[in-house]
């Protein structure tokens, strides 16, 4: 048995209305709360807000947050005590990132990779009120730089002091929210469990779960969405499926679905959905055993069929889930031609740090191809 290392974070908090605890364990003082727009409309964050002293809200994160709105956060954050996180990936990422900043002021440009960032923030808490990115329960924060490229720090500095799940506060989601967010879920613990760097006995064991929370309860929340236990299982499986994935780091999916994001600002879970199937065919010579393990523990039925069976079946089995659930199927229903097959299989190149973790290469023409069986 090769030897391994596993790290986990954050103290985790759980249940229906564990977000309204936050006042008695962030410590005294002004918090920075950070959020965005269709958050505070929506009112998700109202009855937080009310039980913290007098914080700082700081609600202009976009989708793929960019430098200029994670250094007008620090900015917004001068004199804070601690930090909450509070929404989709895009506020706890940038949450994470302002926590540490101004606690140490260190120049954001000597802090891109791994192990870089080894001062000490402040006190930070993350609520995610979607159950897709796990972002949570992870020590990495992506951040956009130059219009379009995302550009990561991955530090355990980063990592929340608590991280809260709510289900009470992803009730009133959006049908395609909540498929696109549980499909980028679903990705994240594929992609560890098929991780070719660092993967391991406990990071299988948290994507396991969190595939098998996913593939049962993912269709329960769309069609019924007041669903309270379906919301907090998938919930439960964002944040292991976050877990697995800061331990055994995501890969190939991930990697051509940034440009999607990055040049066309299609949200990062149905980036994520649409390249899903097209690049586990690409990777089946590689990865088939371990997508054979994943077919057969989610359709017992498919033991019998072989190894090459079981596999096949896993994939058409996601693509069932995610046309189920109503997630897009193909490029062109986001607004990209032929013509975008170059710029998107260039840009996906830059992803180095994604493409090393994938089972099999991806090349430039691999990555074309395969933007070309997704339009």
């Known amino acids: 048995m090769q030897g391994y290392e596993f790290r986990y974070g954050p103290h985790l908090i759980s249940g229906p209305g564990a977000a309204r605890r936050l006042a008695e364990v962030l410590p005294a003082g002004r918090s920075l709360f950070v959020t965005d727009a269709n958050v505070r409309a929506l009112g998700l964050a109202d009855g937080v807000l009310a039980a913290l002293p007098d914080p700082i809200v700081f609600d202009a994160v976009e989708e793929d947050p960019s430098r200029d709105t994670l250094m007008a956060a620090v900015a917004a954050g001068e004199g804070c005590t601690s930090v909450v ?28 990779g791994v192990g870089k960032a ?30 379009s490229e995302k550009r990561g720090v991955n530090s355990p500095a980063l990592y929340a002091d608590w991280a809260v799940l ?56 769309c069609d019924r969405p007041d669903d309270l236990e379906a919301r907090g299982k998938m919930l439960t499986a964002a944040h292991l499926a976050g877990i697995a994935f800061d331990n055994a780091p995501v890969a190939g999916v991930h990697a051509l679905a940034y440009p999607l994001g990055g040049h066309f600002h299609v949200p990062h879970g149905l980036s994520n959905a649409l390249m ?16 054979a393990e994943l077919g057969a523990m989610l359709d017992p039925t498919s033991r019998d069929i072989g190894q090459q069976g079981q596999a096949q079946a896993f994939v058409q089995h996601l693509s069932r889930l995610s046309r ?12 990209i031609g032929p013509e975008h ?29 395969l933007y070309e069986a997704a339009l």
């Open 118 to 147: 080894l001062g000490r923030k402040l006190p930070l808490a993350l609520v995610p009120t979607t159950a897709g990115t796990g972002s949570e329960a992870t020590a990495v924060t992506v951040i956009t730089v130059g219009g």
């Open 85 to 112: 996180g509070f929404g989709g990936g895009s506020p706890m990422d940038v949450a994470k990132l302002a926590a540490y900043l101004i606690a140490t002021g260190e120049d954001l440009d000597t802090l891109w």
């Open 324 to 335: 189920a659930a109503g997630v897009p199927q193909r490029l062109s229903a986001v607004g």
């Open 341 to 369: 097959l170059d710029l998107l299989a260039s840009e996906a190149m830059k992803q180095e740090r994604l493409l090393v973790n994938n089972p099999c290469p991806i090349t430039e023409a691999d990555a074309r191809r």
């Open 166 to 221: 709510d289900a009470e506060l992803t009730l009133t989601l959006p049908r395609h929210v909540t498929a696109a967010t549980g499909i980028d879920a679903m990705v994240h613990a594929i992609e560890a469990y098929t991780s070719a760097r660092r993967k391991n006995p406990m990071s299988d064991m948290f994507a396991r779960k969190a595939l098998r929370l996913i593939s049962d309860n993912l269709l329960i929340a």
């Open 276 to 291: 899903l199937t097209h690049v586990l065919s690409h990777n089946m010579e590689a990865a088939r055993p371990l997508y």
